[in-house]
Antibody, heavy 123, light 108 residues
Framework: EVQLVESGGGLVQPGGSLRLSCGGSGFAFSTYWMHWVRQAPGKGLVWVSR????????DYADSVKGRFTISRDNAKNTLYLQMNSLRAEDTAVYYC????????????????WGQGTLVTVSS | DIQMTQSPSSLSASVGDRVTITCRAS??????LGWYQQKPGKAPKRLIYAASTLQSGVPSRFSGSGSGTEFSLTISSLQPEDFATYYC??????????FGGGTKVEIK
């Protein structure tokens, strides 16, 4: 059974930093692209970032480019999101999501989601 | 980036009603379009991929159609458990993925 479990959310002051983690199990973690998606309170889903299975290729939404860094440790089956220079508008539930297999055409289609972790940016 | 325009943003309907939600892509995405259902406090649940293919276990009252830039999700006979928010997602592999703004389906 595929499972994704996020952790690391919490309350942080504007300008602060936070690192989110997402542990994956039940699948060959290193062979899949992985994504972060966020949802501000009462708002819609917004894609944040993605990383290739080997960790070499990354991509970011314009709203977080230069402030957030996605990475992974395939030995630990763990995905990360380092968030720096946090702003009030970054307040959201952050989900990690696993797409379809690499080279399938479904690398951006989210098959499985974690339960989410809440990040609140406030003074 | 490809923009997804979803409509309506909300609708009120009764049990048994037929409901249709649409998504329009800012450029052609072939059939690289999925639909998700989300209930409060929960992660989204996949319903449809490739514009019209139902995920395993999804009731047959859900259907999807479209190709290129115009897509729709139809619920043929709304059930109590279908009251939720629905999102489209374009997942063209040559672009960053983007969601529609969501449609909240409420009880009339």
């Amino acid at each position: 059974e595929v499972q994704l479990v996020e952790s690391g959310g919490g309350l942080v002051q504007p300008g602060g930093s936070l690192r989110l983690s997402c542990g994956g199990s039940g699948f060959a973690f290193s062979t899949y692209w992985m994504h972060w998606v966020r949802q501000a309170p009462g708002k819609g889903l917004v894609w944040v970032s993605r990383i290739s299975g080997d960790g070499i290729t990354t991509d970011y939404a314009d709203s977080v480019k230069g402030r957030f860094t996605i990475s992974r440790d395939n030995a630990k089956n763990t995905l990360y999101l380092q968030m720096n220079s946090l702003r009030a508008e970054d307040t959201a539930v952050y989900y990690c999501a696993r797409p379809g297999p690499s080279n399938s055409g479904y690398e951006n289609y989210f098959d499985f989601w974690g339960q989410g972790t809440l990040v609140t940016v406030s003074s | 980036d490809i923009q997804m325009t979803q409509s309506p943003s909300s609708l009120s309907a009764s049990v048994g009603d037929r409901v249709t939600i649409t998504c329009r892509a800012s450029q052609g995405i072939r059939n690289d379009l999925g639909w998700y259902q989300q209930k409060p406090g929960k992660a989204p649940k996949r319903l449809i991929y490739a514009a019209s293919t139902l995920q395993s276990g999804v009731p047959s009252r859900f259907s999807g159609s479209g190709s290129g830039t115009e897509f729709s999700l139809t619920i043929s006979s709304l059930q109590p458990e279908d009251f939720a928010t629905y999102y489209c997602l374009q997942y063209n592999r040559y672009s960053s993925p983007t969601f529609g703004g969501g449609t909240k389906v409420e009880i009339k």
